[in-house]
Nanobody, 116 residues
Framework: QVQLVESGGGLVQSGGPLRLSCAASGFPFSTYAMSWYRQAPGEERELVAAITRASGSTNYADTVKGRFTISRDNAKNTVYLQMNSLKPEDAAGYYC?????????WGKGTQVTVSS
């Protein structure tokens, strides 16, 4: 059974850090590209960061460049999102996605709240 389980969300003060984790199981994690998306109420889901299967390449939304870092540990079947210098506009549900060709899996998300 495929599972993506996000954790690490919560309430943080503006300017603070938070680290999200996404633990994967039920599929060959190391062969999948991994991404973090976020969705705020009333907004469309947007790509935050992505990493290739061998961590050879990453890309970020312009709004988070220089503040967020995506990484993965294929031995632990886990992808991370280190978020620094958080802003109130970063508040959203954060979702983990695994993708290989036309196959994709999603987690149920973890909520990030940023107080100003």
């Amino acid at each position: 059974q495929v599972q993506l389980v996000e954790s690490g969300g919560g309430l943080v003060q503006s300017g603070g850090p938070l680290r999200l984790s996404c633990a994967a199981s039920g599929f060959p994690f190391s062969t999948y590209a991994m991404s973090w998306y976020r969705q705020a109420p009333g907004e469309e889901r947007e790509l935050v960061a992505a990493i290739t299967r061998a961590s050879g390449s990453t890309n970020y939304a312009d709004t988070v460049k220089g503040r967020f870092t995506i990484s993965r540990d294929n031995a632990k079947n886990t992808v991370y999102l280190q978020m620094n210098s958080l802003k109130p506009e970063d508040a959203a549900g954060y979702y983990c996605q695994a993708r290989f060709l036309t196959t994709e899996y999603w987690g149920k998300g973890t909520q990030v709240t940023v107080s100003s």
